[in-house]
């Protein structure tokens, strides 16, 4: 069965400053890979997804993350961190059923 | 595009009642629709999956009769949470799925059982 980690659990950045959050999946086969942002009492908003193809996925609000295989990797970044990016991320992994996983989460902080 | 919808926002019952939220696709259809649960400062906990038409998918743990889904149509999935007791108040998420693999999330719906 898959599984999805994401080794930290809380990170803080300062506002304008570089931001990579961490995922690592097992799956057997080429995984569906997902990064979901979740803002306090809200739904979760889909930030970009890796089916096939090239390994660096653009998504939305400046985000971007790229497949790594050989580290069953698949690290969200952004340049520059905005105070509106404070929020829990989800990295998740899908199979070829129904099923979906997801990581525990990385809340971020966003210092002044 | 891809937009969920759920109703209510927020829920508050009395013990021994049955709430149902709603959770719409606006402008997909979605043969499934997943139900999930939150606790605080916590990750999704999948609760169901389902299918058009047919019985719903309930995973390990989850009971059924408590938590009755229907999903009578392309576009809408139903939760009811019969006979709520105070451990059942949690922050309710449902998804639909636009294929082929991609989950798009409602805004959730937080329960509080008294």
């Known amino acids: 069965a898959q599984s999805v980690t994401q080794p930290d659990i809380h990170i803080t950045v300062s506002e304008g400053a570089s931001l990579e959050l961490r995922c690592n999946y097992s799956?057997?086969?080429?995984?569906?890979l997902f990064w979901y942002v979740q803002s306090p009492g809200q739904g979760l908003q889909l930030l970009l997804k890796?089916?096939?193809?090239?390994?660096l996925v653009q998504g939305i609000k400046g985000f971007e993350a790229e497949f790594k295989r050989s580290q069953s990797s698949f690290n969200l970044r952004k340049p520059s961190v905005h105070w509106s990016d404070a929020a829990e991320y989800f990295c998740?992994?899908?199979?070829?059923?129904?099923?979906?996983?997801f990581g525990a989460g990385t809340r971020l902080t966003v210092k002044p | 595009g891809a937009v969920v919808s759920q109703h209510p926002s927020w829920v508050i019952c009395k013990s021994g009642t049955s709430v149902k939220i709603e959770c719409r696709s606006l402008?997909?259809?979605?043969?499934?629709m997943f139900w999930y649960r939150q606790f605080p400062k916590q990750s999704l906990m999948l609760m169901a999956t389902s299918n058009e038409g047919s019985k719903a998918t309930y995973e390990q743990g989850v009971e059924k009769d408590k938590f009755l889904i229907n999903h009578a149509s392309l576009t809408l999935s139903t939760l009811t949470v019969t006979s709520a007791h105070p451990e059942d108040s949690s922050f309710y998420i449902c998804?639909?799925?636009?294929?082929?693999?991609?989950?798009?999330f409602g805004p959730g719906t937080r329960l509080l059982v008294l």
């Open positions: 890796y089916f096939s193809g090239d390994t």
């Open positions: 998740a992994v899908g199979a070829g059923n129904n099923d979906m996983r």
């Open positions: 998804s639909a799925r636009d294929p082929p693999k991609t989950q798009y």
């Open positions: 799956y057997g086969a080429t995984p569906y």
């Open positions: 402008d997909f259809q979605a043969t499934t």
